[in-house]
C-alpha cells in the first residue's frame, strides 16, 4: 500500500524557514518522480515543486522559484522542501505527491498524495 | 501556461448532465488531467491525457480536448460527485493547476 507521511510544518515568522519531510512507503521510490502542491484556506491547487526520480531534474513555479529548494533522499524513501524567505501567501497545506507514470524523467499527474502539513507564515 | 476553468460554481441535481471546461493559454496537447476533491480530503485523479478514465473512475465521467480546450463531462450526477473539480496540464513546467469548478447541490 503506498503511503505519503509529510512532517516539518509548523507556525513561522515572516522571512523564517521551515523544511517539509515526505516518507514514501509502498512503491520504488527512486522510480518516481514527485511533486509538492500546496492549497491555501479555501482556496484551489496550487502546484510548488517537483523533481525526477533520480533527482537530476528540480521544477519550481515562479512565485516560489529562489526561495525554496526541493530534494530527496532516495536511500531514505523521502523528499524534502526547504522554504526559506517565507511570506505570508505561502501559508497552506502542503501535499506530497506521488506521480503516477513510473520511470521517473517526467513529472505529470499524480495518483496517491500525502494527507498534508501545515505550514502557517505569521508574526 | 494559465488554465482557466468554467463555471467556477455550478449548481445542479441529481441525475443531470454537466460540462466543465477548461482553457489554457498555450497549446498543452493532450497532457491535461482531471481531478476531483472533497472537502477535507486530497485530491483524486479522474482523467489523464485528456480523456482516458483512470481504473475504478465510475464511466459517468468523461473527458475529451486538446491542445487548448478540453471538457470534463459527468453524463448523469449521483449524489457522490458533488466536488470540486481542477485540470492541471503536464505539458510543460511549471505544471499548473485550474482555479476550480465547485459542483453544489441545486
Known amino acids: 500500500e503506498v503511503q505519503l507521511l509529510e512532517s516539518g510544518g509548523g507556525l513561522v515568522q515572516p522571512g523564517g524557514s521551515l523544511r517539509l519531510s515526505c516518507a514514501a512507503s509502498?512503491?520504488?521510490?527512486?522510480?518516481?518522480?514527485m511533486s509538492w502542491v500546496r492549497q491555501a484556506p479555501g482556496k484551489g491547487l496550487e502546484w510548488v515543486s517537483g523533481?525526477?526520480?533520480?533527482?537530476?531534474?528540480?521544477y519550481y513555479a515562479d512565485s516560489v522559484r529562489g526561495r525554496f529548494t526541493i530534494s530527496r533522499d532516495n536511500s531514505k524513501n523521502t523528499l524534502y522542501l526547504q522554504m526559506n524567505s517565507l511570506r505570508a501567501e505561502d501559508t497552506a497545506v502542503y501535499y506530497c505527491?506521488?506521480?503516477?507514470?513510473?520511470?521517473?524523467?517526467?513529472?505529470?499527474?499524480?495518483?496517491?498524495w500525502g494527507q498534508g502539513i501545515v505550514a502557517t507564515v505569521s508574526s | 501556461i494559465q488554465m482557466t476553468q468554467s463555471p467556477l460554481i455550478l449548481s445542479a441535481s441529481v441525475g443531470d448532465r454537466v460540462t466543465i471546461t477548461c482553457r489554457a493559454s498555450?497549446?498543452?496537447?493532450?497532457?491535461l488531467a482531471w481531478y476531483q476533491q472533497k472537502p477535507g480530503k486530497v485530491p483524486n485523479v479522474l482523467i489523464s491525457?485528456?480523456?482516458i478514465l483512470k481504473s475504478g473512475v465510475p464511466s459517468r465521467f468523461s473527458g475529451s480536448g486538446s491542445g487548448t480546450e478540453f471538457t470534463l463531462t459527468i453524463s448523469s450526477l449521483q449524489p457522490d460527485d458533488f466536488a470540486t473539480y481542477y485540470c492541471?496540464?503536464?505539458?510543460?513546467?511549471?505544471?499548473?493547476f485550474g482555479q476550480g469548478t465547485r459542483l453544489e447541490i441545486k
Open positions: 492541471q496540464q503536464h505539458n510543460s513546467y511549471p505544471i499548473t
Open positions: 498555450q497549446n498543452v496537447n493532450k497532457w
Open positions: 491525457e485528456a480523456s
Open positions: 509502498g512503491f520504488t521510490f527512486s522510480n518516481y518522480a
Open positions: 523533481l525526477t526520480g533520480s533527482g537530476d531534474r528540480t
Open positions: 505527491a506521488k506521480d503516477m507514470t513510473s520511470g521517473g524523467n517526467f513529472i505529470t499527474r499524480s495518483d496517491y
